[in-house]
Structures are given as structure tokens and as C-alpha cells.
């Protein structure tokens, strides 16, 4: 993996490494949007962004170093390996067979959820394999206090679509979005709502939802989202 990510949306740039016969995946996160604050002050939010998912119990590859330049972040990290699109290629690999890799997955997303922390929930997100996973995103830091900055800069035209695409962040939402985020791996996802919705209410995720409304609301908060890609609209 080298140069452009393919499972990047916000710029970032990850490429492995060998460091003293480790590898390494180092992260170059560059800032698009025109935010009011240094890149120290952004690496900050992060930093502390990455110790509360910490003391939330979701499991994160290790930072080995880091470090800032004017307009980007660096971050060396721990390889957590392949993420679940990359290892199981064919999402139903992982609704039918692989539970036990979702159920893992939606562990980490309920350890946020417990903690009252936003995540993006996207299986990409998720590295490693069977029910060895860990959380790899932590840019753009999902804080109130990061939202705020980024909302305070945006356009007229993209500020109510960047707050309810961070409000999908959110623990009330990431059901849904775990489920509707199916649909950006793979257009005909629909047919595996109904596992989904069943592994979420199993494990206690979700309460007396009925499917037709599940399958509303992840359909929406996906939509959402790739409208704000297609507008160009950058969360960092
Ligand atoms: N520590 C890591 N170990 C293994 N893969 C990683 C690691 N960090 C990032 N990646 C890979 O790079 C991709 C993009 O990284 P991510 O931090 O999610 O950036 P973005 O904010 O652009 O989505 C992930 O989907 C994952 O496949
Ligand atoms: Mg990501």
C-alpha cells in the first residue's frame, strides 16, 4: 500500500514500512479544510481523541512516534494488518460465516457507544483478523470541540451537511451507519440488512427497531455521506 489510499476519503496518505524488522504504517494526514488552529494544536485533538477510544477500552494499534510539518500530521503506528474489506473481500463473507469478525467489531462500536464517544463505524476502519480486531481512524478527532472548529470555517452551503454527517458520529447513530456503510462497499448491500439488523438487535445494539426502519435510517445516514463526498466537502 503506497501513495493514494483507496480507503481514504480525507487525504490521508498510508504507506508500510519496515522499522528495526517491524512493520510500520505510517500516516500522513493532510489538512483540506481552512481550520483556524496550528497542526500542533489539531495533533493535540487527536492525541487526546486517541486516549479517551483508549479509556473506552477500544483496542488501537500503538503510536511509535509522531510528529507535525505546517500542513500535515505524521503518525507512525503499530501494522494492524488488513482491514475487514481488504481480508474478506465479499461483505457477505462476513454476514454469513464471519459473524464472529462482526461481532467483534460491533464490540469496539458498543465500547464507544458505553463511553458516549463518536467513531466512524465503516468496516475499513477495522484491522486484523477473526475476533482480533482494532480501530485504526482517529482523523479527524470526532470531538465536540474538533466539530465545533470545523463547522465554524465552512461555507454557507456546507455547514448543515457537515453537522448532520458528524451527528451520524454519534452513539444514538452507529447502528445505523455500521449497517449503511455496507452500501459504500458494496451498492447492493440491501440484501444483508436483514442479518445485520439481527447480529445489532443480538447484540443488544439495537432495541425493537423494526427492519423497514433500520433499513431507513442506514440508507439515509450513507446517502448523507456520499453527498458530502460528491460535493467535496472535507471533514479535516
Ligand atoms: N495502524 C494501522 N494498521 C493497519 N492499517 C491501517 C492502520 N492505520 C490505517 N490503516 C489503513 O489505512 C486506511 C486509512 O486510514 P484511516 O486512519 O482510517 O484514514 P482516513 O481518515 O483517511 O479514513 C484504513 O482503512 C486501514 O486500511
Ligand atoms: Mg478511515
Redesign the pocket.
Known sequence: MAGA?P????N?R?RRLTVNGESL?E?TIHRNAPLAVTSADLKAEMDTYREQLTAAGVPM?RVADSHVTDDTIVYL?????L?LVERYEQPELLTNGRADVLTSAIDIIKRAIDAGLAIDPHI??F?GEDADLAY??F?PPLTMAYVEARCAVAKDTERDILRENFAYFTPYFLPYHFAGDFLNVDPTADRLFPALHSLLTDTGLLSGVPLPEFVSQARAIRALEDRRLQERIYLI
Open positions: 489510499n480507503f481514504s476519503v480525507n490521508t498510508v504504517v500516516k494499534p503506528c503499530e501494522d494492524g494488518g482491514n475499513k476502519n484491522v485504526v481512524d482523523s
